[in-house]
């Protein structure tokens, strides 16, 4: 047995299945909050006669060699990355045209899974023809685009594609880390997966080139072997998302009507295309730059200012289309007391569907009556460094604790250097998350005159009002820091945007009381807004508006002139 549609379970038990596929197991999951238990009767009770009339037998016959864990392995990809005979593709979460063009800006082929016609419920359908329903909806969505990719390769193959001359591998990313779900273990569910539908096949229809994941581990900054320039320039291209989400929303809210909002939308696609193709074109560094790196990247201290010039970090070639853009477009006045709206919850349901929701609010308060906030997928990376600092300060606490006591000179000595080391990372932690937020967001988001998103370790330090252990470790965390923070700001409404089941959201559902005791003046609202299939619920959107702003006010925003 099992509960909710992700976290350890979620992964470990379709590889138990296939484990004990020769005996005769019975799998049942739950929400954690059984109220019918009928249909729990009727399976037990068919299971146990299955049982007496032995038909588990069969099951023995059929599946005479068992499976080996170890035929997965193949399907990771661990060689250096080659652009002459590698094919790269990367999941969507929203528009990833960002990253794309950087990857194919350094030599490597890469082609986008999201187009203009891209729809989060087809994807996640198509993911759960494979995966089936007892996943979440952001497992299902990726591996429904693995499932796109391998048909796109197929399709470009068989097309006769040029870019596709000589290519011979097609890796797909995908991230594992140490925690559960999407955040380590996405990708050994894949792995299942795809063998699964390999060993369906009839020999002689398996084709030659086969997909593996090119893996992006979290102790090693989630790189997989990609220059340093296009790494950090990609996770310069992630946050961009981000700030081109937060211009969509400020834009939009200031539109005087439709006509105006049908120009906005235009304009803001071309700013979109015009940062992809300068992504993509002028932003590597040159033949000294990288001669420079080469032999004086590794110096501390004088490594990092060589690697921001030679990397060219510094130019602001995206700067001035964001900033020509906020010109036109969002110095408007709104009204004096727009309604306040913010998006956060899972991350990958929070990225996915925030232009669904925005689309939903502005049909249902109309032009300039509320403004709009999230958290953009970059948060999720400072969020990882912040709680790595986090454990790495309580670690050193340990430490020190421990030399007060007597101890031995040997176990003195080794405390004394794995406190060191701690130090020395606590060091480099600092450094890395001061060149996230500073030097690759702080520039985008100054150049579109928008407010950074909160510091993560801020909302770690105010998450521990309700949650004073800070564990589990994952999104709960930041999410709850979030709120409060949002909450005190005077926010209307925060929405919890996450898949059906999902163990982070139903946590930070619960948890919702204890956040509003922690700020007993607040009179924002807090709202889960979950789905199984990616789709949007809009009678819950509207009662969430209800609740937040009241009949009288939601109705002023709808009516034009009132």
């Known amino acids: ?278 992504l993509e074109t002028r932003l590597a560094p040159g033949a000294f730059g990288q001669f420079l790196v080469k032999h004086c990247g590794s110096v501390p201290l004088l490594g990092w200012g060589v690697k921001f010039f030679a990397y060219r970090l510094h130019c602001s070639v995206l700067g001035r289309p964001l900033r020509q853009f906020k010109g036109r477009w969002c110095r408007r006045p709104l009204p004096k007391s727009p309604a306040r709206i913010h998006i956060d919850g899972e991350t990958y349901m929070r990225v996915a569907q925030f232009e669904a929701i925005h689309q939903a609010l502005l049909a249902q308060l109309g032009f300039r009556q509320f403004t709009l906030t999230h958290t953009p997928v970059w948060s999720f990376l400072e969020y990882k460094l912040a709680g790595m600092l986090m454990r790495g300060r309580e670690s050193i606490r340990e430490s020190r604790e421990a030399l007060r006591h007597p101890l031995t000179p040997k176990r003195r000595n080794t405390i004394r250097t794995f406190l060191r080391k701690k130090q020395r990372r606590q060091v480099g932690l600092k450094a890395t998350h001061l060149l996230l937020r500073q030097f690759l967001a702080g520039p985008l988001y100054r150049a579109a005159g928008l407010a950074l998103p909160e510091a993560m370790p801020a909302l770690l330090k105010q998450a521990a009002e309700v949650i004073p252990t800070r564990r589990p470790g994952g999104e709960l965390l930041p999410y709850v820091g979030e709120v409060l923070a949002k909450l005190r700001q005077g926010y209307d409404l925060i929405l919890n945007v996450a898949p059906e089941g999902c163990m982070v959201s139903s946590m930070g559902e619960a948890i919702t009381p204890g956040i509003l005791q922690a700020v007993p003046g607040a009179q924002g609202k807090v709202q889960p807004l979950f789905s199984q299939h990616g789709d949007l619920d809009s009678e819950q959107l509207t009662l969430a508006l209800l609740k937040a702003l009241g009949p009288e006010r939601l109705y002023r925003a709808a009516v034009p002139g009132r």
Not at 31 to 58: F, P, S
Not at 132 to 149: E, I, K, T
Not at 187 to 192: D, G, I, M, R
């Open 1 to 278: 047995m099992s509960t909710f549609l992700c976290g350890p379970d979620s992964v470990a038990q379709p590889l138990l299945a296939e484990l004990t596929r020769q005996r005769p197991f019975l799998r049942i999951q739950s929400d954690g909050a059984i109220k019918e238990l009928a249909h729990l009767e009727n399976r037990m009770n068919t299971y146990v006669r299955q049982l007496d009339n032995d038909l588990h037998r069969q099951l023995e016959k059929a599946q005479a060699c068992g499976f080996e864990v170890r035929l997965l392995d193949i399907l990771v990809h661990r060689e250096a990355l080659n652009p002459e005979t590698d094919v790269i593709y990367f999941p969507t979460l929203g528009d990833h045209r960002q990253l794309t063009a950087v990857i194919r800006g350094a030599g490597y082929a890469c082609f986008d899974l999201y187009h203009d016609d891209y729809n989060l419920e087809e994807t996640i359908k198509q993911g759960r023809s494979v995966a089936g329903d007892a996943v979440c909806a952001p497992l299902a969505a990726v591996y429904g685009d693995v499932l796109r990719a391998m048909d796109d390769f197929s399709h470009r193959r068989q097309q006769g594609d040029p870019q596709l001359l000589g290519k011979t591998r097609l890796l797909m990313f995908n991230n594992k880390g140490l925690g559960p779900c999407r955040q380590g273990q996405y990708v050994e569910a894949h792995k299942l997966f795809l063998h699964q539908q390999d060993s369906c096949r009839d020999p002689g229809e398996r084709e030659e080139t086969v997909l593996k994941f090119l893996v992006g581990e979290e102790n090693r900054g989630f790189n997989t072997g990609f220059p340093g320039w296009v790494f950090l320039r990609g996770v310069q291209a992630v946050v961009l998302q981000g700030v081109l989400h937060q211009l969509l929303a400020d834009g939009a809210s200031r539109c005087a009507g439709y006509e105006d909002y049908q120009a906005f939308m235009a304009d803001y696609r071309i700013l979109s295309d015009e940062l992809r193709q300068r």
